[in-house]
Nanobody, 129 residues
Framework: QLTLVESGGGLVQPGESLRLSCAVSGYPLDSSAIFWFRQAPGKEREGVSCITVSGGSTNYAEFVKGRFTITRDNAGRDNAGNTVYLQMNNLGPADTAVYYC?????????????????WGIGTLVNVSL
């Protein structure tokens, strides 16, 4: 079981940057994949990026490649906790959404949402003038 807590959302202007954080705890963490999904008003939730906790393999949606970077900071080897970051650069109004951190207890980074059973409550990113 995983617990995920997002932070770092806010209001920024187009072209600016923002970094989201996701504090992850639980077990088994080393064999998990951590995702960022987003949901804009009136739209379906979509996968943004993913990273495997142990190997650091990553995946990105096409619409964020070259602008967003996902990283993880492993606090230790005993599943005590990790932080996953999403660095977002050159933000535009289309990036406005609630961003959710989510977890799958397998080291697989496809965006099918199958097995993505653990979710944070989300953090709002608002990109506007």
């Amino acid at each position: 079981q995983l617990t995920l807590v997002e932070s770092g959302g806010g209001l920024v202007q187009p072209g600016e940057s923002l970094r989201l954080s996701c504090a992850v705890s639980g077990y088994p963490l080393d064999s998990s994949a951590i995702f960022w999904f987003r949901q804009a008003p009136g739209k379906e939730r979509e996968g943004v990026s993913c990273i495997t906790v142990s190997g650091g393999s990553t995946n990105y949606a096409e619409f964020v490649k070259g602008r967003f970077t996902i990283t993880r900071d492993n606090a230790g080897r005993d599943n005590a906790g990790n932080t996953v970051y999403l660095q977002m650069n050159n933000l535009g109004p289309a990036d406005t959404a609630v961003y959710y951190c989510a977890g799958r207890l397998r080291p697989e980074c496809d965006f099918s949402r199958r097995g993505v059973d653990y979710w944070g409550i989300g953090t709002l990113v608002n990109v506007s003038l």
